[in-house]
């Protein structure tokens, strides 16, 4: 009881996630997302040591890697992919949107022998998570880099959102079956995935209906004043139904999560920006801050010093994680010229909040051992 009313370690955190960005203000280049790591090496176990285990602590990192998949997901809008209502695409969009599966099928193809390459040579990891963490791309840094220069409109700026879109989902998917069977084995539990899918489709289905009537729209026009905002309770709702959801049927939580956030965008009517822009202040604001900074607190460099070797895969991974983008990438040179094709495989190279994920699960799970987890972080 003691250990879980103990607010000081919680304390601690906080006052770094409203420090961080402070200090790093000035230094544009360097992602918050790192900094708040950095921090969090220096007040954890490898550092000062100020920061111990404690129950809230927990609750917060896990509420942190929810969110986090959350806002992840809201980035996905499926309508945009595949328009209704008698809207078609381009050809070019149209051969985009063909040709980007085959680019991640043969990324995920590339990721696997690399995977087990790199587990044979010494990093102590599962093979197939580490395939996932190579094939991966972090959207969330992706998407508003493109934004910034204006990207969007052109053919370069949707081959690499595509492909982002597609990795960030796919990746998700696959390392929630991966880990089901890992932890159940191939039996009838791997179906329980393909009801999480059963009930997006009800919330789409559904809920789109029920949120477009008259009367709940003039309901929630009355309630979305300061002091009630629920659309942002409602949002938050259906975070926590996919995320109890996937914890019931055995899941880990950021699928639930992921899942959660896809069904925003596809409920969301033209003049809910805000609503994103107050969840994104939520999560990025409160909860996500909180799990980065605990990434930090957890990771023990000192692992490095017993297994100065894994300092060696630190190249050896970043040079594989050059080559399972960059080749299949090529196959957009016929739509896009060999500079604009190497720029769209070094941004498709982003690796961030999803692969950090992935490691965390991965070490709670024994699928990464501490010297590699260290090793993929930095």
């Known amino acids: 009881m003691e250990e879980s009313l103990n607010y000081l370690p919680l304390l601690v955190v906080l006052i770094l996630a409203f420090l961080v960005p402070l200090l790093l203000s000035k230094v544009r280049w360097l992602p918050i997302v790192v900094g708040e790591i950095a921090a969090g090496i220096l007040i954890g176990r490898s550092g000062l040591n100020l920061v111990e285990h404690s129950a809230i602590l927990d609750i917060m990192s896990n509420m942190g890697l929810a969110f986090l998949m959350f806002l992840a997901g809201m980035e996905i809008n499926l309508n945009q992919l595949f328009p209704v209502n008698g809207r078609s695409q381009s050809g070019e969009d149209q051969s985009l949107l063909k040709l980007t599966p085959v680019v991640y099928l043969l990324t995920l193809a590339l990721s696997i022998p690399g995977g087990l390459a790199l587990n044979a040579l010494g990093l102590n990891g599962n093979p197939w998570l580490l395939a ?221 909040s999803i692969e950090i994920a992935v490691a965390v699960i991965g070490v709670r799970l024994g699928l990464l051992d501490p010297a590699a987890n260290v090793t993929v972080i930095l």
């Open 132 to 352: 996932f963490i190579l094939s991966a791309t972090s959207l969330g840094v992706v998407l508003p880099t493109l934004k910034q220069h204006e990207l969007m409109p052109t053919l370069l700026g949707r081959a690499v959102f595509y492909s982002s879109l597609l990795a960030d989902f796919l990746t998700v998917l696959l390392l929630t079956v991966f880990l089901t069977v890992f932890q159940n084995g191939l039996n009838i539990e791997v179906l329980s995935v393909s009801l999480l899918f059963v009930a997006f489709l009800i919330f789409y289905q559904l809920g789109e209906r029920v949120y477009r009537l008259s009367a709940i729209q003039s309901v929630i026009r009355e309630l979305s004043h300061v002091t009630v905002q629920i659309k942002v309770r409602g949002a938050i709702t259906i975070l926590m139904v996919f995320v109890v959801l996937a914890g019931v049927l055995g899941l880990e939580i950021v699928l639930g999560a992921f899942m959660a956030g896809m069904v925003i965008p596809l409920l969301r009517a033209p003049d809910d920006h805000e609503v994103i822009d107050k969840l994104e202040a939520f999560g990025y604001g409160f909860f996500i801050p909180i799990f980065f900074i605990l990434v930090g607190v957890n990771l023990d460099l000192g692992v490095l010093v017993d297994s100065p070797r894994a300092l060696l895969f630190l190249p050896a991974l970043f040079l594989v994680a050059l080559l399972v983008k960059t080749l299949p990438m090529l196959l957009f040179r016929r739509m896009l010229s060999l500079r604009e094709t190497l720029a769209g495989a070094a941004l498709v190279n982003t690796h961030l």
